[in-house]
């Protein structure tokens, strides 16, 4: 089946669909590693690829960075299995039951504390084998880490324990986007305690705290990977970056007419009967909602696009509908709505979509529904 409404030729039947780009995805991560100076990449795809499918991402990227950066276990067993290739690295805080299942997996773990570690080594040598670990250095983010001024006391201890291999060490911004002396800092913090273990022996084979604003802002010749999330996916982590460096967005998000509704004036449509009709109305009734992700507090402000227009919402999103005002505007059932994408000159933003629902881009593209069928062009 075709469907040629819209800005493109479309050979699949999904009702509502994520289109995904696959040139835009590089591209951007040759911007990326041309701003920051550093050719190897951490590439972060945590939260199913911030919404745009963790084994599609994988599936592009594999071979083309250095490690595939995670929050749970379950993405970095799944990363495991279907992309061996790429080294996996965990963010997030291990249970003790996961430990094991980490380390036979061959997961680099990340670790803020000595106990953790310790539990980390232990686990190793009942295994027989060495767990690759990157220390996190908290130096002004107020989250997990040690403290930066306790660190070499604590990193000492830790290279004692017979069980890791001490591969990596990093810190993470709060305020990346702003180039301050809050900024400056935290870079000198981490510097100075680089700089202090090297004196005592201990070195690292990764050093790491360019996110997304720092890989785009920040070079340190310190600094030898980087690990970008949103930019990678062509979104500006700030809208103060806009200006800085071009990005190509790689997430489309569509849908098909599912049925029209022509409605007189006075007439009302959708809960809450927010919307009446000035005169006689074309509705549009899009098979997606917020149970697919589209963020319902977006309702008063959003628009969509349909061939080249503009055009608002009427009423309220639905669990799992939303309703497009056309106006005079002839539609026919199966043509195309583009909700993030281009199409022909206009263009929606996950950015719009966050300012319309009052939001942030992460959370935008996040909470897509990982039912949505992704499709990779």
């Not at 990193?155 to 990093?170: E, F, H, N, P, S």
Request: hydrophobic letters at 40%.
């Amino acid at each position: 089946m075709q469907n040629t409404a819209g800005s493109t030729t479309v050979k699949h039947q999904y009702a509502s669909w994520i289109e995904l780009s696959r040139d835009h995805l590089l591209a951007n991560l040759e911007t990326i590693r041309a701003r920051s100076g550093t050719p190897d990449v951490l590439a972060v795809i945590k939260a199913n690829a911030y919404g745009h499918g963790l084994r599609e991402i994988a599936q592009i990227l594999e071979g083309k960075v250095k490690f595939f950066g995670v929050a749970t276990l379950k993405e970095g067993l799944s990363l495991k299995e279907h992309f061996p290739k790429t080294s996996v690295f965990l963010f997030g805080h291990l249970l003790p039951h996961e430990i094991p299942v980490a380390v036979g997996s061959n997961i680099t773990m990340s670790v803020s504390s000595f106990a953790q570690a310790r539990a980390i080594s232990d686990c190793a040598e009942s295994l027989e084998r060495k767990a690759s670990v990157h220390l996190k250095i908290d130096t002004g983010m107020g989250r997990m880490g040690f403290r930066a001024d306790e660190a070499v006391r604590e990193i000492m201890k830790i290279r004692l324990l017979q069980g890791l291999l001490l591969d990596g060490i990093y810190m993470h911004f709060p305020t990346a986007e702003v180039e301050d002396l809050f900024r400056t800092k935290q870079i000198q913090k981490f510097q100075s305690l680089l700089e202090e273990l090297d004196r005592n022996g201990i070195a690292f084979r990764f050093r790491h705290a360019q996110n997304s604003a720092a890989s785009l802002t920040l070079k340190n010749p310190f600094l030898n990977i980087v690990r970008p999330g949103l930019a990678l996916y062509g979104i500006h982590p700030d809208p103060s970056l806009r200006d800085t460096v071009k990005l190509a967005p790689v997430l489309e998000l569509k849908s098909r007419i599912t049925f029209i509704k022509r409605i007189e004036s006075g007439e009302t449509a959708g809960y809450g009967r927010t919307f009446t009709a000035s005169s006689t109305t074309n509705l549009a009734i899009l098979p997606l909602g917020y149970s697919h992700g589209y963020p319902w507090s977006a309702w008063k402000n959003a628009q969509v696009l349909y061939r080249g227009n503009r055009y608002p919402l009427a009423g309220k999103i639905s669990m799992d509908y939303l309703t497009v005002n056309l106006g005079r505007q002839e539609a026919a059932e199966g043509d195309i709505v583009t909700l993030i994408g281009k199409d022909q000159d206009e263009r929606i933003s996950a950015e719009d979509v966050a300012q319309w629902a009052g939001s942030i881009p992460y959370e935008i593209v996040t909470q897509l529904n990982a039912n949505l069928p992704r499709v990779v062009a």
